[in-house]
């Protein structure tokens, strides 16, 4: 595969077969991190469970303690009271048929959170199809399906993830920017890591967590030593 020059480079700086802790490992990333841009540093974490069986899913969402340095945009499906609620705290855009109406027929999707308030997920389950394989579609487990808009929409915009497995039983979670520094992004790092660790399925047998990759949007992936968490 062609690699460019500046991430050979960065690339040769990284010992391919350690384990890096936490703080050389963010070090590592942002010194080698050449991009013209603040690129976003993303976590990739392999488990040991298969997420075929619905026993074994891990999923969830977590407020990191230093955001994600992304500026969030949250519509919610709310109405009366809740609706008032969700715009007070922040949200871009608050609606109900209107804004289904609108993802439908225009194929609008200018917004990175969904939230709404359960007596619409009637409405919002008419969207599944097109906001479910974009990971959009809210859900009780990550937050997002909830009474109090108002808490959602106020942790989505300090910097709330959600994690999940894919198919291939890999959760991809962004942790930050290169900006933040090291001691910030090992900070992050531990915080989901610890939500992964404390999500661990009963029926999850041998090793949790076979590897962990951290990279930047153009740089090479750094292994990170997680048995110190």
Not at 2 to 19: C, P, S, V
Not at 96 to 120: G, H, R, Y
Not at 181 to 186: S, T
Request: glycine content about 10%; overall charge positive; charged content about 25%.
């Amino acid at each position: 595969m062609f690699r460019g020059k500046k991430y050979q480079d960065a690339a040769k700086q990284i010992e391919k077969n350690t384990q890096y802790d936490a703080a050389e490992g963010f070090g590592l990333i942002c010194k080698t991190a050449s991009a013209k841009f603040d690129e976003t540093v993303e976590l990739h974490v392999k488990l040991g469970v298969d997420s075929r069986h619905a026993d074994q899913q891990v999923r969830g969402a977590i407020v990191l303690p230093n955001g994600t340095g992304k500026n969030v945009r949250v519509l919610v499906f709310a109405k009366g009271d809740k609706a008032e609620a969700a715009k007070a705290a922040g949200a871009d855009y608050v609606g109900e048929m209107d804004l289904v109406e609108k993802i439908q027929k225009e194929n609008w999707f200018d917004f990175d959170v969904v939230v709404a308030t359960p007596d619409m997920m009637g409405v919002v389950g008419r969207l599944g199809k097109v906001l479910g394989p974009k990971g959009l579609m809210p859900s009780p487990k990550a937050g997002t399906v909830t009474p109090d808009v108002a808490k959602a929409v106020q942790e989505s915009k300090a910097g709330k993830v959600e994690y999940r497995l894919d198919k291939t039983n890999i959760i991809h979670c962004p942790i930050g920017k290169v900006s933040f520094g090291p001691e910030k992004l090992a900070e992050n790092f531990n915080a989901l890591m610890g939500a992964i660790i404390k999500a661990k399925p009963a029926a999850s047998k041998g090793q949790y967590i076979k590897s962990c990759v951290a990279a930047s949007t153009m740089g090479p992936g750094v292994k990170m030593n997680t048995a110190k968490i």
